[in-house]
DNA sequence: CATGAATGAGTCTTCATTCAT
DNA sequence: AATGAATGAAGACTCATTCAT
C-alpha cells in the first residue's frame, strides 16, 4: 500500500506509515526478487515467480508496491546502496588520495565476489530501461554518484600534489568503465574471468596512471 | 522456417534455398529489429513492432527465422560481426604489437562513435539471456573472440619484446572490459562521458601498462 | 456485519444493537459514497476508494455492511427516500389534485437541481442491476411507489371531477417517464437542458392534458 | 487489428482495410455483447463472456477491437444508429410537422417493442459514462442529434404556423425525455408499464401542447 | 470498533505462434 | 512468398473479502 489513490505530488516524503513489518515484507520481496531475476532473468521474473520464491501469493506484492515497475525500481535502488555503501566505507578507511583510489577499486572488485547475485541481477535489469529517458534517469541514479565519488578522490588526489594534471571526470568514468566492463564478463561467465587478477592490474595500472611523476608536491602550489 | 527442414547443427552451409531474396529479406528484418530495440527497448520490441517498423506482416518474420529468439541470435551475431571486422581490420593494418593495441582500442571507440543505435541495442539484448546457460554462451559468442584477438596481440607483443610479463588473459579482459565498461555509461546517456577523451586516457594508459620498461628486447629472451 | 446474526428476512427491526455511533457511520458511508459514485462513476467507486473519501480503512466498510452489494442497496434506498420524502411533503401542502400534481412534477424538479450529486450517482447505479430479477427489484423499489403515488392523486382528481377520464396508472407512468426523461439529459450534461423551464413546459401540458374539459364536475357523477 | 501500433493522429479516415470478413465479425461481436449486456449487466459482460457468447477465443475481441472500451463505445453507436435510421425514415414519410411529430415519438416506442434487447443494454451503458466528460461526450453522441431532430421538426413546425410559439429547445428536451423515461420504466419492469398506451397518451399530450390555436397560420407570416 | 495485511478470483491485455488462403 | 485471422498462454493489476490483532 504504497502512494494509495491520492494522485496528487506528495510521496517521497514520510511515506505515510512504513510499519516495521512493511518494511520488513518490502525487504524480503526485494531479496527474493533479486534471486529470482540472477537465476532466470529479468523477463522470467514475473510476479508470479517472485511471489513463488518469496511463498506468498502474487497479490501481496501488489499491495506493498505500486506495481511492478516499483519494485524493480527499489532493486536497483537496493543493488545500487548496498554496493555503494560497502565501497565507501572502504575508501574512507584511508588515508590519502591514492590510498582511497586503490580501495575504491579493490572494494569494488572485493564487493562483486561476495554479491555475484547482485551483480548477475544488475546486469539483467540494464537491459529493462526501453526509452531514451528511463536510461537517461538509470545513468543518473547509478553511474553519477559513483562517479562523482570517484571524480572527488581524484581531485582532491590532484589538489594535494598527489595526482598528475588529467581531467577528473574523464578519468573517473574511465576507472569505473573499467570495473564495470570486467564485471560485465565475469557475470556472464565466472570462469572466464580471474576478478581477483584483473583488480591487482586495474589497480597497479590506474595507481601508474594517475601518479604525479613530480612527487607529492601540490598541483596547485607549484610555488613552492 | 529455418531449422525444420535442417535440425542438424550447421546452419550457414547447405541451408536448403538460401534464395538471394530470402537473405535480404532477413537481413532487411534484422536491421530494423535492431533499429527498434534500440527506440524503445527490447520488451516493447515485439514481433508486431518490428514488423510495423519493417513495414511487413507479423508473419513474414515468422516464416524467415524460427521464431522470435532465432531472430534475436541473428541480431546479435549481426551486432558483434560488423563490430569486429570493422576492430580486425583496423589492427591489421598496423605493424607492431603496440599500435595494433592502440588501433584495437581507437577502433573500439570509433565503430561505437558511429553505430551507437548498435550499441544501445546490445545492451538492452544483454539483459536478455535468463539462464547461466544462456549467459555462458552469449560469452562464448561475444566475448571469447574479442579477448582471444587481445590476447595473441599482446602474447606477440611480449614475444617480440615490446610488451612485459603480465598474464594475457587477464590484461585481455581489462582491456576489453574498459572499452565496454565506458561504452555502457555512454550508453546510457550519450553526454554523460566524453568517448573520444575516455579513448585516448585508455590508449596512453594501457600503453603505458603493457610497454616492456627494458625496451624492445624480447622477454624470453630477457637474460640473454 | 449485518444480517450474519438475523439472517432472516426482517432487517430494520430487532436489528441487534444499532448503537447511535453505528448508525451515524453507515449513514456517513452512504454519504461519501453518493460523491464518489457522483464523481467517478460506480465502476471507480470501489471499496477502498470510498474509504478513502470518508478517510476510514477499507475494512471498515465490511464492517458495517455485509458486503458492497448491501451498501450499494443502502444507498439507492437513501436516494429514493430523500427524495420521496420531499416531494411527498410539498404535495401533501397542496389541495385539490391539480395543484398536487402541479405539486409533484415542480417538487421534483426543484428537488433535481437542489441535489444533482444524488441523481448523477442514481443513474450510474442503474446500470448496475444486472439480472432481470435485480431490475425488476429496482422498479419495485423506485419506481412503483412514485407511479402509486402519482395514481393516487390522479385517481382522486378524476372522482372529484378535475381530471378527466384516461387511464391512471398509464398517465402516472407517462408523467413520473417524462420527469426522469428530462432529468436523465440533465445527469448526462448540466447544460444541455434548462431545468426550470422543462419543469414548467411539463406543468403546463400535464394540467392541459389531465384536466376535464367539463370542468369541476365529478367524473362518475357526470350524467347527474 | 485497429489502430496498430501508430500512434500518430491518423485513424478514422480510411480505417485502414476493414476487409468484408473483418467488418462482419466486429458485427458479430457487437451483437453478441449487446446480448450479453442485456442479459446480465455490463458488469458481468467481461471480454470473456461476450468472446464465449460468439463462441471464439477472447484475443479475437482484443483483435478486432483496440480494447474493451472501442467495443462499448461501437456498441453506442450500433444502438443509436439504429434506433435513429428507424424514426428518421417514419418521420421522413410524413408529410407536415404535426405528423412528422406524431411519427417520431410513434415510431420510438415501435422501434422499442421491437428491440426490447437493445434499451436494456442502453440503460446498463448508461451508468458506465464515469466522468464529468465521458458523461458529457454520451449526451453529444446521444442525446443532441435527437433533440436536434425534434428543434428541426418543432421550428419548422412553428414557421408552418402549425405549432405555436414554444422554445423549440427545451419542448425538444421534455419531448425525448418523456419518451425515455417512459422506455426506462419499460426496461426495469417489462409489465409495469404499457408501451402502446403511454405512447398513445404522449402523442396526443404533445400534439395538444404545440398546436397554435390560431390554426394553419404561419407563426412568422402573422401579415395574413 | 478499527485496521493492516493478505488473499484469490477475475479483469483486460499482449504476444508469439499457427494455419488456411 | 506473404498475409489476415485466430489462438491460448501468460502477464500485470484490481478488488471485495477475510482475519488476527
Known amino acids: 500500500m504504497r502512494s494509495k489513490i491520492t494522485p496528487d505530488g506528495r510521496k517521497s516524503p514520510g ?69 555503494n555503501r560497502f565501497i565507501r566505507a572502504r575508501v574512507d578507511q584511508e588515508l590519502g588520495c591514492p590510498a582511497k583510489l586503490r580501495a575504491y577499486i579493490e572494494a569494488s ?17 540494464w ?11 538509470f545513468n543518473a541514479t547509478a ?10 578522490i581524484l581531485r582532491r588526489g590532484q589538489q594535494e600534489g598527489d595526482f598528475r594534471g588529467f581531467t577528473p571526470r574523464t578519468l573517473a568514468a574511465t576507472i569505473q568503465g573499467s570495473i564495470d566492463g570486467v564485471m560485465l564478463q565475469w557475470v556472464f561467465d565466472e570462469g572466464a574471468v580471474d576478478l581477483a587478477e584483473c583488480a591487482a592490474e586495474l589497480t597497479i595500472m590506474f595507481d601508474l596512471a594517475t601518479r604525479n611523476p613530480a612527487g607529492g608536491a601540490p598541483t596547485t602550489g607549484s610555488g613552492e
Open 15 to 83: 511515506r505515510k506509515k512504513s510499519t516495521f513489518i512493511e518494511e520488513a515484507r518490502r525487504r524480503q520481496i526485494v531479496r527474493s526478487a533479486i534471486t529470482t531475476i540472477a537465476s532466470g532473468g529479468l523477463a522470467q521474473a514475473s510476479l508470479a515467480r517472485i511471489a513463488d520464491e518469496v511463498g506468498i501469493s502474487k497479490s501481496v506484492i501488489s499491495y506493498h508496491f505500486d506495481g511492478r515497475d516499483e519494485l524493480i525500481e527499489e532493486i536497483v535502488v537496493a543493488l545500487l546502496s548496498e554496493s
Open 109 to 125: 572488485f572485493a564487493f562483486m565476489a561476495e554479491h555475484r547475485e547482485n551483480f548477475v541481477a544488475m546486469v539483467d535489469i
Open 127 to 137: 537491459g529493462s530501461f526501453g526509452t531514451v529517458d528511463a536510461k537517461r534517469a
Open 143 to 152: 553511474y553519477d554518484p559513483c562517479r562523482r565519488h570517484l571524480e572527488a
